[in-house]
């Protein structure tokens, strides 16, 4: 352990369990990371708010990188340390890119009131963007598409069918449209017959959250741990040198790190052990 100076873990999947409870296991595992001063870090793409649904005030980490890094959270100070958005000339472009091909999606208000969205209702109907938008009802409110917005915003979440070549189509064309955008494919938490789309300000990731952190502390990145589970970990698992994907996964990163049991054999800690 002495060549781990921080450690940084995802939560669904990974640090949580499946009904995001949390072993006592990992919960030891983290006392004994502050025993030996190792930076305790949560890299989630949950928002701050959905991060303390799940992660009691007590727990014992020190940074907590919320949606996918674009804020950082002192948990102990509880103070925002960092936040990036998107501009306000490239968010109404790329409003205005899926209006036009009558898309459904949401577009995220601005760190750290990011838990709040607006959305827009697309041509064709889709069953997963509907359930996300009545669990989310009380936060979110219709995009006025006939006035620019005058408010900054986070992130972009689109939803639609499980097809990758359709993924892998719009994220070129934004790309070729935009050069301070990041776009991100993550699994469907509710359903897997759907992919979720993610954009960002470019600098935005789990990765370069865990590198301020890093700079910030002095810290350099052969002394780091990673713990992930998914494609929006993969700038988080490629910066930190000690980088493992557990076991339920997608088969197709599994070969690119480090393998660890699945989150609900206590993956987190189990890794851990070995640096002991």
């Not at 990036?84 to 995220?108: A, C, D, P, W």
């Amino acid at each position: 352990m002495k060549d781990i100076r921080l450690v940084a873990t995802d939560l669904d999947g990974t640090f949580l369990k499946n009904d995001k409870s949390i072993s006592e296991d990992d919960i030891q595992m983290l006392d004994i990371l502050g025993e030996r001063s190792v930076l305790r870090v949560v890299a989630t793409g949950r928002n701050f708010q959905k991060v303390q649904e799940v992660i009691p005030e007590h727990l014992p980490f020190d940074y907590v990188a919320f949606s996918s890094g674009a804020g950082i959270y002192d948990w102990k100070a509880k103070k925002l340390v960092y936040q990036q958005n998107l501009s306000r000339e490239t968010t109404q472009g790329i409003i205005q890119y899926f209006v036009r091909k009558k898309m459904n999606f949401h577009l995220f208000r601005a760190v750290p009131e990011n838990f709040r969205c607006w959305y827009f209702r697309g041509e064709n109907s889709c069953e997963e963007f509907e359930r996300y938008l009545e669990f989310h009802n009380a936060v979110s409110e219709k995009l006025p598409i006939l006035k620019k917005l005058q408010d900054d915003a986070c992130q972009f979440l689109i939803i639609f069918p499980n097809n990758p070549d359709l993924f892998f189509q719009i994220k070129s064309e934004l790309k070729e449209q935009f050069d301070d955008i990041k776009v991100v494919r993550t699994s469907s938490p509710l359903d897997t017959n759907y992919i979720w789309m993610e954009i960002f300000h470019k600098d935005v990731s789990k990765g370069n959250a865990v590198k301020f952190l890093c700079d910030q502390e002095k810290i350099h990145h052969q002394q780091t741990f990673g713990i992930g589970n998914d494609y929006n970990d993969l700038d988080l698992l490629n910066f930190t040198s000690h980088s493992y994907l557990v076991d339920n996964g997608p088969e197709e990163l599994k070969s690119l790190f480090r393998r660890a049991l699945s989150n609900e054999e206590s993956a987190f800690s189990q890794s851990l052990k070995k640096y002991l």
